[in-house]
Protein backbone atom coordinates (compact mmCIF):
# COMPACT_ATOMS: atom_id res chain seq x y z
CA UNK A 1 0.00 0.00 0.00
CA UNK A 2 1.39 3.16 -0.05
CA UNK A 3 2.92 5.60 2.06
CA UNK A 4 1.08 8.26 3.90
CA UNK A 5 4.24 9.04 6.12
CA UNK A 6 6.43 10.44 3.42
CA UNK A 7 7.20 14.22 5.63
CA UNK A 8 6.82 12.54 8.54
CA UNK A 9 9.53 12.77 11.58
CA UNK A 10 10.69 8.80 11.91
CA UNK A 11 11.85 7.08 14.24
CA UNK A 12 14.50 4.20 13.43
CA UNK A 13 15.37 1.76 15.92
CA UNK A 14 16.38 -1.88 15.88
CA UNK A 15 14.13 -5.15 17.10
CA UNK A 16 14.51 -6.18 20.39
CA UNK A 17 15.02 -2.18 21.49
CA UNK A 18 12.54 -0.33 23.31
CA UNK A 19 10.52 2.80 21.48
CA UNK A 20 9.33 5.89 22.90
CA UNK A 21 7.17 7.97 20.58
CA UNK A 22 6.50 11.67 21.51
CA UNK A 23 3.14 13.95 20.87
CA UNK A 24 2.40 17.35 22.67
CA UNK A 25 -0.91 18.31 22.53
CA UNK A 26 -2.71 21.87 21.86
CA UNK A 27 -5.82 21.88 23.90
CA UNK A 28 -5.86 22.12 27.41
CA UNK A 29 -9.01 21.51 28.20
CA UNK A 30 -8.62 17.68 26.33
CA UNK A 31 -9.77 14.95 28.73
CA UNK A 32 -9.09 11.87 26.73
CA UNK A 33 -6.45 10.86 24.64
CA UNK A 34 -5.24 7.59 21.90
CA UNK A 35 -2.67 6.76 20.72
CA UNK A 36 -3.58 4.59 17.08
CA UNK A 37 -1.38 2.79 14.78
CA UNK A 38 -1.36 2.87 11.00
CA UNK A 39 0.26 0.28 8.76
CA UNK A 40 0.41 1.05 5.21
CA UNK A 41 -2.58 0.54 2.96
CA UNK A 42 -5.09 0.33 6.11
CA UNK A 43 -7.17 2.86 7.94
CA UNK A 44 -5.60 3.55 11.66
CA UNK A 45 -6.00 0.79 14.27
CA UNK A 46 -6.81 1.74 18.53
CA UNK A 47 -3.49 0.56 20.22
CA UNK A 48 -4.27 2.36 23.67
CA UNK A 49 -6.19 5.25 25.25
CA UNK A 50 -5.61 7.42 28.74
CA UNK A 51 -7.88 9.82 30.50
CA UNK A 52 -6.95 12.99 32.00
CA UNK A 53 -6.79 11.47 35.65
CA UNK A 54 -4.49 8.98 34.99
CA UNK A 55 -0.76 9.67 33.87
CA UNK A 56 0.38 6.12 33.05
CA UNK A 57 -1.61 3.13 31.62
CA UNK A 58 0.05 0.13 30.38
CA UNK A 59 -1.17 -2.90 28.08
CA UNK A 60 0.26 -5.32 26.24
CA UNK A 61 4.21 -4.34 25.13
CA UNK A 62 2.92 -0.55 25.21
CA UNK A 63 2.33 2.02 27.95
CA UNK A 64 1.39 5.45 27.39
CA UNK A 65 2.47 8.31 29.72
CA UNK A 66 0.69 11.57 30.23
CA UNK A 67 2.15 14.89 31.36
CA UNK A 68 -0.68 17.33 31.17
CA UNK A 69 1.53 20.30 32.91
CA UNK A 70 3.75 20.09 29.44
CA UNK A 71 0.42 18.87 27.37
CA UNK A 72 2.77 16.05 26.48
CA UNK A 73 1.67 12.26 25.52
CA UNK A 74 4.04 9.07 24.80
CA UNK A 75 4.05 5.89 23.93
CA UNK A 76 6.39 3.73 24.55
CA UNK A 77 6.27 0.42 22.57
CA UNK A 78 8.66 -2.45 24.65
CA UNK A 79 10.65 -5.04 22.76
CA UNK A 80 9.85 -3.46 19.21
CA UNK A 81 9.53 -5.80 16.52
CA UNK A 82 9.37 -5.43 12.62
CA UNK A 83 5.63 -5.77 12.49
CA UNK A 84 5.60 -2.60 14.74
CA UNK A 85 6.32 -0.92 11.90
CA UNK A 86 3.31 1.82 10.92
CA UNK A 87 2.77 5.43 11.39
CA UNK A 88 1.50 6.38 14.97
CA UNK A 89 -0.76 8.98 15.60
CA UNK A 90 -1.77 10.63 18.53
CA UNK A 91 -5.53 11.58 19.20
CA UNK A 92 -6.94 14.31 21.99
CA UNK A 93 -11.05 14.73 22.93
CA UNK A 94 -12.49 17.04 25.03
CA UNK A 95 -15.33 15.52 26.45
CA UNK A 96 -17.42 18.21 25.92
CA UNK A 97 -17.32 17.39 21.94
CA UNK A 98 -17.41 14.20 20.24
CA UNK A 99 -14.31 14.21 18.00
CA UNK A 100 -10.79 13.49 18.15
CA UNK A 101 -8.14 15.84 16.87
CA UNK A 102 -5.39 14.11 15.81
CA UNK A 103 -1.43 14.72 15.74
CA UNK A 104 0.43 14.36 12.54
CA UNK A 105 2.23 11.17 13.28
CA UNK A 106 5.37 9.56 13.70
CA UNK A 107 6.52 6.81 11.42
CA UNK A 108 8.35 4.13 13.74
CA UNK A 109 10.88 1.84 10.80
CA UNK A 110 12.22 -1.46 12.87
CA UNK A 111 15.23 -2.81 11.32
CA UNK A 112 15.52 -6.85 12.05
CA UNK B 1 -10.77 -6.38 11.15
CA UNK B 2 -12.50 -3.13 12.80
CA UNK B 3 -16.02 -3.82 11.69
CA UNK B 4 -16.42 -0.49 9.28
CA UNK B 5 -16.65 -1.32 6.08
CA UNK B 6 -15.77 1.27 2.96
CA UNK B 7 -16.62 1.11 -0.95
CA UNK B 8 -14.85 1.64 -2.82
CA UNK B 9 -11.08 0.66 -2.25
CA UNK B 10 -10.41 2.85 -4.92
CA UNK B 11 -11.67 5.11 -7.31
CA UNK B 12 -10.30 6.93 -9.85
CA UNK B 13 -11.98 9.79 -11.83
CA UNK B 14 -11.53 13.34 -14.08
CA UNK B 15 -11.31 16.73 -12.43
CA UNK B 16 -14.47 18.33 -12.51
CA UNK B 17 -16.68 14.83 -11.66
CA UNK B 18 -18.78 13.61 -8.57
CA UNK B 19 -18.31 11.01 -7.02
CA UNK B 20 -19.74 9.24 -3.50
CA UNK B 21 -18.34 7.18 -1.25
CA UNK B 22 -19.77 4.80 0.97
CA UNK B 23 -19.48 3.83 4.53
CA UNK B 24 -21.16 1.23 7.11
CA UNK B 25 -20.60 1.87 10.58
CA UNK B 26 -20.29 -0.92 13.06
CA UNK B 27 -22.96 -2.81 14.24
CA UNK B 28 -25.05 -0.85 16.84
CA UNK B 29 -22.64 2.73 16.37
CA UNK B 30 -25.14 5.63 16.44
CA UNK B 31 -22.00 8.03 14.97
CA UNK B 32 -19.96 7.99 12.00
CA UNK B 33 -17.08 10.27 11.16
CA UNK B 34 -15.62 11.34 7.48
CA UNK B 35 -11.53 12.00 7.50
CA UNK B 36 -9.80 13.23 4.66
CA UNK B 37 -5.56 12.12 4.37
CA UNK B 38 -3.11 12.98 2.55
CA UNK B 39 0.26 13.05 2.61
CA UNK B 40 1.06 16.22 3.61
CA UNK B 41 -2.08 17.01 5.76
CA UNK B 42 -2.44 14.12 8.03
CA UNK B 43 -5.67 13.18 9.08
CA UNK B 44 -8.49 16.05 8.53
CA UNK B 45 -11.76 15.75 10.25
CA UNK B 46 -14.60 16.45 7.93
CA UNK B 47 -17.98 15.83 9.38
CA UNK B 48 -19.80 13.54 11.95
CA UNK B 49 -23.10 12.37 11.80
CA UNK B 50 -24.55 10.39 14.33
CA UNK B 51 -28.23 8.96 14.43
CA UNK B 52 -28.87 10.50 10.90
CA UNK B 53 -28.01 14.01 11.97
CA UNK B 54 -24.92 15.81 11.47
CA UNK B 55 -23.52 16.26 14.86
CA UNK B 56 -19.78 18.29 14.31
CA UNK B 57 -18.45 19.98 11.27
CA UNK B 58 -14.34 19.99 10.52
CA UNK B 59 -12.29 21.19 7.48
CA UNK B 60 -15.03 20.08 5.02
CA UNK B 61 -15.30 21.92 2.00
CA UNK B 62 -18.69 23.11 0.20
CA UNK B 63 -18.24 20.93 -2.66
CA UNK B 64 -18.60 17.86 -0.53
CA UNK B 65 -21.62 16.52 1.62
CA UNK B 66 -22.33 13.79 3.22
CA UNK B 67 -25.29 12.34 4.77
CA UNK B 68 -26.27 9.26 7.35
CA UNK B 69 -28.72 7.10 6.15
CA UNK B 70 -31.69 5.06 8.69
CA UNK B 71 -29.96 2.20 8.69
CA UNK B 72 -26.94 4.51 9.68
CA UNK B 73 -24.90 3.38 6.51
CA UNK B 74 -23.35 7.05 5.70
CA UNK B 75 -22.48 8.80 2.45
CA UNK B 76 -20.10 11.08 1.45
CA UNK B 77 -20.25 12.93 -1.86
CA UNK B 78 -17.65 15.07 -3.62
CA UNK B 79 -18.55 17.54 -6.78
CA UNK B 80 -16.26 19.02 -9.07
CA UNK B 81 -13.37 17.49 -8.08
CA UNK B 82 -9.85 18.85 -8.57
CA UNK B 83 -6.51 17.44 -8.56
CA UNK B 84 -6.24 18.27 -4.91
CA UNK B 85 -8.64 16.08 -4.20
CA UNK B 86 -7.10 12.89 -4.17
CA UNK B 87 -6.39 11.28 -0.90
CA UNK B 88 -7.33 8.75 1.56
CA UNK B 89 -10.90 8.66 2.79
CA UNK B 90 -11.79 7.33 6.02
CA UNK B 91 -15.04 6.38 8.12
CA UNK B 92 -15.22 5.41 11.25
CA UNK B 93 -17.67 4.78 13.92
CA UNK B 94 -18.05 4.94 17.29
CA UNK B 95 -20.39 3.86 20.21
CA UNK B 96 -21.07 5.15 23.54
CA UNK B 97 -17.35 5.53 23.48
CA UNK B 98 -15.25 8.13 22.26
CA UNK B 99 -13.28 5.32 20.76
CA UNK B 100 -13.08 5.74 17.40
CA UNK B 101 -12.71 2.42 14.89
CA UNK B 102 -11.94 2.99 11.18
CA UNK B 103 -12.48 1.87 7.82
CA UNK B 104 -9.89 0.45 5.37
CA UNK B 105 -10.49 3.64 3.51
CA UNK B 106 -11.00 4.87 -0.06
CA UNK B 107 -8.33 6.05 -2.34
CA UNK B 108 -9.17 8.94 -4.60
CA UNK B 109 -7.23 9.65 -7.11
CA UNK B 110 -8.18 12.68 -9.48
CA UNK B 111 -6.36 12.82 -13.46
Known amino acids: GESVGLHLPTLSVQE ?5 INCAYSNSASDYF ?3 KQESGKGPQFIIDIRSNMDKRQGQRVTVLLNKTVKHLSLQIAATQPGDSAVYFCAENNSGYSTLTFGKGTMLLVSP | ?8 KHL ?5 QRVTLRCSPRSGDLSVYWYQQSLDQGLQ ?3 QYYNGEER ?8 FSAQQFPDLHSELNLSSLELGDSALYFCASSGTTYEQYFGPGTRLTVT
Not at chain 2, 12 to 16: D, E, L, V
Open chain 1, 16 to 20: GDNSI
Open chain 1, 34 to 36: IWY
Open chain 2, 1 to 8: DSGVTQTP
Open chain 2, 12 to 16: ITATG
Open chain 2, 45 to 47: FLI
Open chain 2, 56 to 63: AKGNILER
